[in-house]
């Protein structure tokens, strides 16, 4: 009970950082779509608070911040990154819960695949909606979304997530583990 009210009230914390980081980017789509600020937070609470608290809050903060702010819009952006964002807290929450050490290299592990398997779900989903609503998605605004406009951002996210991660390890409020092996 104890580790559901800590995880309710990170997942909290991790969702209010995702609607505010963005203001650091000044609300402007470009810059935002560069340095990727809400991708952070969902990182994040999927590593730490587990991927089911990960999933919820990567599917809500888009799609809650669209309707608060206005940004990002609707359709078809902040519906794609609900999707997109899910898929990271599921990854990344989940990998890092399953491997065999938590430590540094599980986490940059577990963030690769994460922003892969996120990138993707993102592409298909953008596909399906701008095929329903009569537009085209190319491989090219594919390339583009995901990985060229995005380096900044993946960058930053590779630096910051481990060491925020190993600054909470230092700091002993969340320990990196090995898991025990039955003999």
């Given amino acids: 009970m104890k580790k559901t009210i800590k995880n309710l009230t990170l997942a909290a914390m991790f969702l209010a950082l995702g609607m505010v980081l963005p203001f650091l980017t000044g609300q402007i789509p470009q810059i ?9 937070p969902v990182f994040l609470c999927g590593l730490i608070c587990g991927w089911q608290y990960g999933v919820a809050v990567g599917f809500i903060v888009p799609l809650l911040r669209s309707a608060v702010f206005g940004a ?3 359709f078809p952006a902040a519906t794609a990154m609900a999707f997109e ?3 990271y807290g599921l990854v990344a929450g989940l990998l890092y819960a399953i491997s065999r050490w938590q430590c540094v290299i599980a986490l940059y592990r577990c963030l690769i695949a994460a922003m892969l398997a996120g990138r993707a779900v993102w592409g298909i989903v953008q596909v399906i909606q701008l095929s329903i609503s009569g537009s085209g998605f190319t491989w090219q605004m594919f390339i583009a979304g995901a990985f060229l ?3 900044p951002g993946i960058i930053i996210q590779l630096i910051l997530i481990p060491g925020i991660m190993v600054a909470l390890n230092r700091t002993g409020l969340v320990r990196f583990k090995k898991r025990q092996t039955v003999s």
């Fill in 32 to 40: 935002g779509n560069m340095l990727l600020p809400m991708h952070i």
């Fill in 72 to 74: 990002p819009v609707f």
């Fill in 85 to 87: 964002l899910m898929t």
């Fill in 149 to 151: 406009d995005a380096i």
